[in-house]
């Protein structure tokens, strides 16, 4: 922007512009008067142009502004005290798929998705209530319905004798979730079947004993190892395996609870953990055994397998299946896997295709 001249300058440049003029023919008296004249003239039309100049720069420098501030690579949006949006970019807008005109004196708390509205409601009041910059991260739903994960820097700001407003800059962390999410998976779970690995079990099971303890029920852990597995690999290849693998998971988890786990414990074995059972360890009994039966009734049934010319192979794979009970911490983590694996090799020796108790639960 080129700086305003002060008013000795623009004299000197008047003076210097009016000494090219053509002289008049008045009087002295008259002469100077029209000098003063023509020169405070050439002043105002010098200042004329200059401000022009200035508000031409300023001009240019607001549409930057709003360049940058439309077109940012993050939203910005300014909420009322009451949540009302009173500003946002066309970046925010489109983020959530709005027009801006739509949006603003609207309410953010639409665009949240359902199960993070609380959680929004509880920042928000956070925010109003600090001085300090509070960023959170939740799920927003679009116009249309399409998710995103976004992250939000939020600050309150307030203005002498005016009510204080929240800022917000909005990002889309969609792909970081995801691959956070990708980076979970490959730690927790087993990339063939999609069950959890033995890691994520290990965790589980924890949980479960904790939960034994303050409940006092009982709960129990299965074994349950495919009895003829190895025949279909070395017959038909391990892609043919992989597809009875997925197929066996997906029969072993169509048994249980949404409370259960059942986790790949490497090649042809899951493990199955039962939790919250029963106070009694006869009915506790009882109850797993109902479902290690179902397993393994499950199990039995033929294998309809589509091989790589599309013609299908139906094949029978048997699973022999040994429980234990645990209650409280009883006894430790690797002490009720033993057990479980022990009855498991007891319900091969018994003959393959049945569920074995771990002696000492008899």
Known sequence: MSDQPNPQQLRNAAEAKLAGLPAGTTTR???????????????????????????????????RYMDFY????????????????????????????????????????????????????????????????????????????????????CMRQSKLDEMPEVRIILSDITERIKHEE???????????????NRRLLNDRLDHAMAASKRSGRYGALMFVDLDNFKPLNDMYGHNM??????????RITRCLREMDTVARFG????????????????????????????????????????????????????SSIGVTLFRDHESSQTKVLKWADMAMYQAKAAGRNVVRFYESDK
Not at 37 to 48: D, K, S, T
């Open 241 to 250: 395996g992989d597809l009875l693998l997925i197929e066996a998971a997906r």
């Open 29 to 63: 008296s008259a002469q100077e008067l029209l000098h003063e004249l023509q020169v405070h003239q050439i002043e105002l039309e010098m200042q004329n142009e200059n401000l022009r100049q200035v508000q031409f720069e300023l001009e240019r420098s607001r549409d």
């Open 70 to 153: 439309d077109f940012a690579p993050v939203g910005y949006l300014t909420l009322k005290e009451n949540g009302l949006i009173s500003e946002i970019n066309l970046t925010g807008a489109g983020m959530l798929g709005e027009e801006r005109s739509r949006l603003l004196y609207h309410r953010l708390t639409p665009y949240v998705a359902a199960e993070y509205q609380d959680h929004w409601v509880r920042h928000f009041m956070r925010v109003l209530a600090s001085n300090e910059a509070q960023p959170c991260e939740l799920a927003l739903q679009k116009s249309d319905g399409a998710r995103f994960f976004a992250h939000l820097d």
């Open 267 to 318: 090649g042809d074995e899951f493990v199955v953990l039962l939790g919250e059972l029963d106070v009694e360890k006869t009915e506790s009994i009882a109850q797993a055994g109902t479902v290690a039966e179902k397993i393994r009734s499950a199990l039995a049934e033929v294998y309809r397998l589509k091989t790589h010319d599309t013609n299908m192979l139906e094949y029978h794979c048997t």
């Open 182 to 196: 990708e980076i979970r998976k490959l730690a927790f779970y087993d990339a063939l079947t999609q069950l959890p």
